[in-house]
């Protein structure tokens, strides 16, 4: 068992023991994650880099040998603007394609660090609480590890998913209505059997664990990679529980601390309208009202997006790059696939939302606009 880097709360700077988030801004009613410290990345060659989370070891902060099914690396595709439609003049519209991570999202990065992680500790059991993605590849590198996995799930989950988890040999618990009474059966597991948590579990939601999260930052790393020398304007992130916007607001962090990017891009949080708190906290007036928002969320076709609160890492990043959050409707949630799938790509509802947000922000002429592709949609089309 190998000792793990101390956590510390990203809003009060207390120091934390569990993956429960800081307990003293919960009080306060405010979910806050506790991160390690930043990584340096003075002297990496980052036109060396050969992308994925373990394509800079020294940047997460697991110590053991890496549990790997070769995540990372994934495409950017350029997509279509009304430009290329003899249109008017606009920017570039990117979307990169967390779809072709081996379990088909980009929580693969988060679960092959965190179950390194687990196995650094000494479990023998992971958990997670999921809707689908997280489920499936918490499943796929457990079972890499050799570890027991138990996802904690709801009725709501599509059939591709669920056969998904189950294919892969995890043990999956349903809990039927609302992510609360997943996350509290969760939450009694952790404290009675001491299994290793994966994702959220506590109320309210400061956003998965923390070591895991550190995987995320390989896509801040890759898009500085691919697109070195050039100005990239935004990132556009699908949001929920903004583990994957905070981590890749941490990795172009590091990068320009080490004066490897110019700029930090400005990142932009993308939502369901019938889920969109972050939007609603950003039309406030102060950060002190703005971590304290709270929304009525209802079901949405992206159904992997979905919370009441800003978490504040969230808030945080999106604070440091001057960013925004949009909100947009089922409907034109839906009408973004169908424009995605006549250019080859399926990508489930809640990674279109990012590019929908996206393909606005690049009517501006000469701008560079990346979306984060979340998800593959073809696992919504099994059953």
Not at 90 to 117: C, F, I, Q
Not at 169 to 191: F, K, L
Not at 235 to 245: E, F, G, I, M, N
Request: net charge neutral.
């Amino acid at each position: 068992m190998t000792s793990r880097p101390p956590l510390h709360c990203l809003r009060c700077a207390r120091a934390a023991d569990s993956f429960a988030g800081c307990r003293t801004c919960a009080a306060e009613g405010i979910g806050v994650n506790t991160m390690p410290p930043l990584a340096d990345l003075a002297g990496v060659d980052l036109a060396a880099y050969p992308g994925g989370p373990w394509g800079l070891p020294t940047a997460l902060p697991v110590s053991g040998p890496p549990v790997t099914l070769g995540e990372g690396n994934t495409p950017c595709v350029r997509l279509r603007t009304d430009r290329d439609q003899g249109g008017s003049a606009e920017g570039e519209l990117w979307l990169k394609y967390e779809g072709a991570n081996p379990t088909g999202s980009h929580k693969d990065r988060a679960m092959a660090v965190g179950v390194a992680a687990a196995v650094a500790a000494g479990a023998d059991t992971v958990v997670a609480a999921s809707s689908g993605n997280a489920g499936a590849a918490a499943a796929a590198y457990a079972a890499r590890a050799g570890l027991r996995c138990v996802v904690f799930t709801n009725e709501r989950v599509p059939a591709g998913l669920r056969a998904q988890i189950d294919a892969l040999g995890a043990e999956r618990r349903v809990h039927p209505g609302a992510a609360g009474a997943r996350n509290a059966a969760m939450a009694q597991a952790v404290e009675e059997h001491h299994w290793y948590p994966l994702t959220s579990y506590s109320s309210p939601s400061p956003g998965g664990n923390p070591y895991a999260n550190e995987g995320y930052k390989s896509v801040a790393y890759e898009l500085a990679r691919d697109f070195a020398g050039r100005w990239l304007d935004a990132v556009v992130v699908p949001t929920s529980r903004a583990d994957l916007l905070a981590g890749i607001g941490r990795g172009f962090r590091e990068l320009a601390a080490a004066g490897l990017i110019a700029h930090e891009p400005r990142l932009v949080a993308a939502e369901p309208s019938a889920a969109a708190p972050y939007t609603a906290a950003l039309r406030r007036p102060d950060r002190a009202e703005q971590e304290r928002t709270r929304v009525a969320a209802q079901p949405t076709v992206a159904f992997s997006l979905g919370e009441e609160r800003p978490c504040w890492q969230g808030l945080d990043a999106l604070w440091r790059t001057a960013g925004a959050a949009v909100a947009l409707d089922d409907e034109a949630i839906t009408a973004e696939g169908r424009r995605l799938a006549a250019e080859g790509l399926v990508l489930e509802p809640s990674s279109a939302v990012g590019s929908a947000v996206a393909r606005d922000l690049a009517r501006t002429p000469g701008s560079m606009v990346v979306a984060i592709g979340t998800a593959t949609g073809l696992k919504g089309l099994v059953g």
